[in-house]
T-cell receptor
């Protein structure tokens, strides 16, 4: 089955700097890669996703890149703000099995 | 996008008892998913709830411990049976949003077993 590895487990950045979180997946049939943000005590919220037919997608300060050959995808947050502090989860989906999540990255943006 | 109502939002239960968590979606969905999130951990899939057939359980989860009902296309329940402190977690239901092809989560049930 699918296995998703996520790095780093914790990340601290200064406000205004960029943050990058990386994930790798094992199932070459996976074709959908969402990213979730989970604030303390709240449900995971979908913030951006990418499908295997594109290499990059951007939404304001957030972007996701996908390298199908290497089976890895990354989340990029630019101009970070304190409200970006949360736990971020990547996930992969092949259509044959439900979403498989990475272990999460705790991002701290220091003002 | 789909709206999911999950209840209860939290509960404190005695060991050995059972708790049933409900998940109601405002539109018909084929599959509903139940996840567990232990403190400080990622989301682990418990089972997929299919309407009209038995749920499909992931490795490490069994029907006797986590019975699931799916009586129609908008509702599902997960029961945590014969609870022990190790069952203390957040339980979340999830569905696919057909319009965008992404998955959304209910607000979660924070379970504490004492």
């Amino acid at each position: 089955g699918e296995n998703v590895e996520q790095h780093p487990s914790t990340l601290s950045v200064q406000e205004g700097d960029s943050a990058v979180i990386k994930c790798t997946y094992s199932d070459s049939a996976s074709n959908y890669f969402p990213w979730y943000k989970q604030e303390l005590g709240k449900r995971p919220q979908l913030i951006i996703d990418i499908r295997s037919n594109v290499g990059e997608k951007k939404d304001q300060r957030i972007a996701v890149t996908l390298n199908k050959t290497a089976k890895h995808f990354s989340l990029h947050i630019t101009e970070t703000q304190p409200e970006d502090s949360a736990v971020y989860f990547c996930a992969a989906f092949s259509g044959n099995t439900p979403l498989v999540f990475g272990k999460g990255t705790r991002l701290s943006v220091i003002a | 996008s789909a709206v999911i109502s999950q209840k209860p939002s939290r509960d404190i239960c005695q060991r050995g008892t059972s708790l049933t968590i409900q998940c109601q979606v405002d539109s018909q969905v084929t599959m509903m998913f139940w996840y567990r999130q232990q403190p400080g951990q990622s989301l682990t899939l418990i089972a997929t709830a299919n309407q009209g057939s038995e749920a499909t359980y992931e490795s490490g989860f069994v029907i006797d411990k986590f019975p699931i009902s799916r009586p129609n296309l908008t509702f599902s329940t997960l029961t945590v049976s014969n609870m022990s402190p190790e069952d203390s977690s957040i339980y979340l239901c999830s569905v696919e949003i057909a319009s965008i092809g992404g998955y959304t989560f209910g607000s979660g049930t924070r379970l504490t077993v004492v």
